[in-house]
């Protein structure tokens, strides 16, 4: 069985005529996959490289730079929980925010919860400063992030 | 009389993305006009003598920027539209997206019959889910209405915008990162020259554009160079390369202050006018101890310092291009300004930065890859409690060392990377060395979280 579905390869495909050379759509073609599946295994990553005609390791160097992307053997939880570490948010509590939340899903930033609910990570500046402390749920802002706040969100998480 | 913002003209108001709202404030009649009425070649000419300078941090004047295209080239050219605004504490190119994102669409239309380019890729960070998404509705209308596509409004003018999302590198912000990144590598940014309007994207001669930039040149080609140039500061008389600091400016205000908040203003408002007016003031009645005025490269201002025979203070410095260079900071940036008060350790606030540019850094020159990694682990150590003397003349040294303007390295990161670390240590010494001596630790000392990275 192929890893990635009949429709994901023609959504992949369907960016091909948006560029120049089919390269570019390595970070679209990343994108779908790991937004779908939750993870880029390596049988994804040979599949993407044969639609897109270049060599897996070229799929893999790509990917690898940016720490975005969960590879063989890590998968995303249900819903990717970032909070911001920027100044901007330092400032005004991310610490203790990102504590908070580490000891509220019993993990730390980079891990799932044994539910597979809820993955949490820190992020640099996620350009929310006027609403600091902020977080990202998945990728839609949330501002102004007090603790209960979060609690609140977490509690709606979980339910997904 | 307070002033009226342009840019910021529509975000408050109802629907403020939808096309049809846009159209009814007057939106899209400048390009209709511009392909009626105007060449290519005078598009330039307006935004090359309006004065504009580049919005997203380097404020190289655009309209000479486009000039550098080679000439009668037979295609194709490309438009970059950089909107990776990852630079700390900056988020006024979001707001533009967000809410009023034909402005900035209208500004690609005009940008590109400019350049003669019939393809624009405009790179949104992924964390900026709302704005792409704002983005891409957007550009399905002007497609639906005609906008966009072959023969637009039957001008014989073609053009495509290719929305691609980012995946939560800053590097990505460099312009030849961007390309690299856009490419589908990694965003490895290029040694220059070649300069991207000499060899671009897919190798291709390319213009990279900021947001902001793109927003003005929809300003400055409806309502023209007088009022554009009406805003801001001229030149000044004894610096013969300066090119002026023309026209409005969206300032963010973040950090300690009441209200953090994103305004329009004509460039040069002072830092005290802006945290006090616009921002409501240092939070919970404090003083302003520290200000980063233009996103964390450009360094810290410390605002008790008296200004040489004055009476005025580094809070008072006016945000054009020039101003923070005038004590100390690397220059405007991306006018982004983050207040430190008086209750808080610059040790924590060098620290985090020092952790930014740490985990930021591609890795690809020594200088920065290494650097980056000692002053994170130097500022790691004095948070501890575990400063020893010497290690703030090693901070200076290599903050001094790595970077463009020494020559080590191939992009600015890493000269943004040793700015706040020169300027946070040269300007608050005797709190570093206090610690040092008392080996006091931060509140944060323990904070599993964030030391672990
Ligand atoms: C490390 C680094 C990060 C940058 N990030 C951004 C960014 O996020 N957005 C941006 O417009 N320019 C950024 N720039 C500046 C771009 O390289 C480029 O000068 C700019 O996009 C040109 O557009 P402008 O002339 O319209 O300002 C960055 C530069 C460096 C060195
Ligand atoms: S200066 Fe730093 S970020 Fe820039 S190319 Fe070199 S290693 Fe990469
Ligand atoms: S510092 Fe957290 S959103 Fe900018």
């Given amino acids: ?160 | 009389m307070p002033y009226e913002p342009v840019l910021l003209a529509r975000i408050n108001k109802p629907d403020s993305g939808r096309l049809e709202g846009y159209r009814a404030d007057g939106g899209y009649a400048t390009v209709e006009r511009v392909l009626k009425e105007k060449k290519p070649a005078d598009v330039i000419a307006q935004v090359k003598d309006s004065g504009l300078r580049g919005r997203g941090g380097a404020g190289f004047p655009c309209g000479l920027k486009w000039t550098f295209l080679p000439k009668d080239h037979p295609g194709p050219i490309y438009l970059c539209v950089n909107a990776d605004e990852s630079e700390p504490c900056t988020y006024n190119n979001r707001i533009l997206m967000e809410k009023d994102p034909h402005q900035v669409l209208e500004g690609i239309m005009l940008a590109c019959y400019a350049i003669k380019s019939q393809k624009a890729f405009f790179y949104v960070r992924y964390e900026y889910g709302d704005a792409f998404r704002s983005l891409e509705s957007a550009v399905n209308e002007m497609y639906a209405a005609g906008l966009l596509g072959k023969n637009i409004l039957g001008s014989g003018f073609d053009l495509d915008i290719v929305l691609h999302r980012g995946a939560g590198a800053y590097i990505c912000g460099e312009e030849t990162g961007l390309i690299e990144s856009l490419e589908g590598k990694r965003a490895w940014p290029r040694i220059k020259p070649p300069f991207p309007a000499i060899e671009g994207a897919f190798r291709k001669p390319t213009i990279v554009n900021n947001v902001e930039t793109l927003a003005c040149v929809t300003q400055i080609m409806t309502r023209g160079i007088d009022w554009f140039k009406s805003l801001g500061v001229p030149p000044d008389p004894k610096n013969p390369r300066d090119a002026g600091s023309y026209g409005p400016k969206l300032y963010t205000i973040a950090g300690h202050v009441e209200k953090p908040c994103c305004v329009e203003l004509p460039m040069g408002v002072t830092v005290r006018d802006l945290v006090e007016k616009h921002g409501g003031g240092v939070w919970k009645g404090r003083k302003a101890k520290s200000v980063n005025p233009g996103g964390l490269s450009m360094g810290y201002v410390r605002c008790d310092a008296k200004l040489k025979d004055s009476d005025l203070t580094e809070y008072d410095i006016p945000l054009d291009f020039n101003g923070p260079g005038k004590v100390g900071c690397l220059g405007l940036g991306t006018a982004a300004v983050t207040v430190i008060d008086d209750q808080t350790s610059m040790i924590d606030v060098l620290h985090n930065t020092c952790q930014f540019f740490a985990h930021e850094s591609c890795g690809q020159c020594t200088p920065c890859r290494e650097g980056t990694g000692w002053m994170l682990k130097i500022t790691d150590r004095l948070r501890r409690g575990l400063g020893r003397k010497e290690d703030l003349d090693i901070l200076i040294d290599v903050g001094d060392r790595i970077g463009i303007m020494p020559g080590t390295t191939i992009c600015g990161l890493a000269d943004g990377a040793g700015w706040p670390v020169k300027t946070a240590i040269r300007k608050f010494r005797d709190e570093f060395e206090a610690a040092i001596k008392s080996g006091a630790k931060s509140k944060y000392a323990k904070s599993l979280a964030v030391a672990a990275h």
């Avoid at chain 1, 390595?26 to 779908?32: D, F, Y």
């Avoid at chain 1, 270049?54 to 160097?61: C, G, N, R, Y």
């Avoid at chain 1, 203790?96 to 609910?117: P, S």
Wanted: with cysteine; net charge negative; charged share 25%.
């Fill in chain 1, 1 to 160: 069985m192929p890893a990635l579905s009949p429709e994901l390869r023609e959504k992949i495909k369907a960016y091909i005529p948006k560029y120049p050379r089919k390269q570019a759509v390595t970070l679209p073609a990343l994108h779908l996959v790991h937004d779908e599946l939750r993870t880029v295994s390596n049988e994804a990553i040979v599949e993407i490289a044969e639609i897109l005609e270049l060599h897996p390791s070229e799929v893999h160097d790509t990917m690898t730079f940016y720490a975005f992307f969960k590879g063989e053997g890590e998968k995303l939880g249900t819903t990717r929980l970032w909070v911001c570490r920027g100044l901007a948010c330092m400032l005004r509590g991310a610490y203790e925010l990102i504590e908070h939340c580490e000891g509220k899903l019993g993990v730390h930033c980079g891990q799932t919860t044994a539910d597979g609910k809820i993955t949490l990570e820190f992020a640099e500046c996620i350009g929310a400063c006027d609403g600091a402390p902020a977080c990202l749920v998945n990728d839609k802002h949330a501002m102004n992030i007090t603790p209960e706040k979060a609690d609140a969100l977490i509690q709606e998480l979980k339910l997904k």
